[in-house]
T-cell receptor, first 115, second 117 residues
Framework: NAGVTQTPKFQVLKTGQSMTLQCAQD?????MSWYRQDPGMGLRLIHY???????DQGEVPNGYNVSRSTTEDFPLRLLSAAPSQTSVYFC??????????????FGPGTRLTVT | AQTVTQSQPEMSVQEAETVTLSCTYD???????LFWYKQPPSRQMILVIR??????QNATENRFSVNFQKAAKSFSLKISDSQLGDTAMYFC??????????????FGKGTKLSVIP
């Protein structure tokens, strides 16, 4: 299993540009989520999905869109990039069953810089 | 609101010594899991150890162990025989399940651990 994969690893955008961060998992996990990591802030939840066709907002959703058309993929779209969105972005997935350890599996992260 | 507090932004330890990273949390839920994640310079988030809140026995994983005090809402990580490869940011986190597939994962702000040769 590849686990959780993210592309690209690095990206530089100009203010106002749009782009999509890709996330895919091959573990058949129902739950997927996006976090951003900023210095001194830990990880903050942007959006999450409990299954195909179902998404919801997290703690810091403004400026981001998501969709979940398949179980495997959960792309994050930046509509009009702003310097405040400079961050490292992590995608994660887990099973939604009540059995198990609730452990989330993280992708390798995408470092995004907006100039 | 659920919170995680890591009161030590930075720590250092001599190689082969033991170090303890502290973590306190707050939740009104009774059913949850606690985690320590390690993030080395490679940026990958790596699960170090997990603890089920309903278990009284402290989790151990090789050189890593936790001291889980549920009543005090404390979840510290002890690293024994510290190695240079343990140098990383360490995040304390917990996840609660509130039904209908709804989860809340809360992270602390991290402790930067440096292992000194």
């Amino acid at each position: 299993n590849a686990g959780v994969t993210q592309t690209p690893k690095f990206q530089v955008l100009k203010t106002g540009q749009s782009m999509t961060l890709q996330c895919a998992q091959d573990m058949n996990h129902e739950y997927m989520s996006w976090y951003r990591q900023d210095p001194g802030m830990g990880l903050r939840l942007i959006h999450y999905s409990v299954g195909a066709g179902i998404t919801d907002q997290g703690e810091v959703p403004n400026g981001y869109n998501v969709s979940r058309s398949t179980t495997e993929d959960f792309p994050l779209r930046l509509l009009s990039a702003a310097p405040s969105q400079t961050s490292v972005y992590f995608c994660a997935s887990k099973t939604t069953g009540t059995q198990g350890t609730y452990e989330q599996y993280f992708g390798p992260g995408t470092r995004l810089t907006v100039t | 609101a659920q919170t995680v507090t890591q009161s030590q932004p930075e720590m250092s330890v001599q190689e082969a010594e033991t170090v303890t990273l502290s973590c306190t949390y707050d939740t009104s839920e009774n059913n949850y899991y606690l985690f320590w994640y390690k993030q080395p310079p490679s940026r990958q988030m790596i699960l170090v150890i997990r603890q089920e809140a309903y278990k009284q026995q402290n989790a151990t994983e090789n050189r890593f162990s936790v001291n889980f005090q549920k009543a005090a809402k404390s979840f510290s990580l002890k690293i024994s025989d510290s190695q240079l490869g343990d140098t990383a940011m360490y995040f304390c986190a917990f996840i609660t399940y509130s039904g209908a597939g709804s989860y809340q994962l809360t992270f602390g702000k991290g402790t930067k651990l440096s292992v000194i040769p």
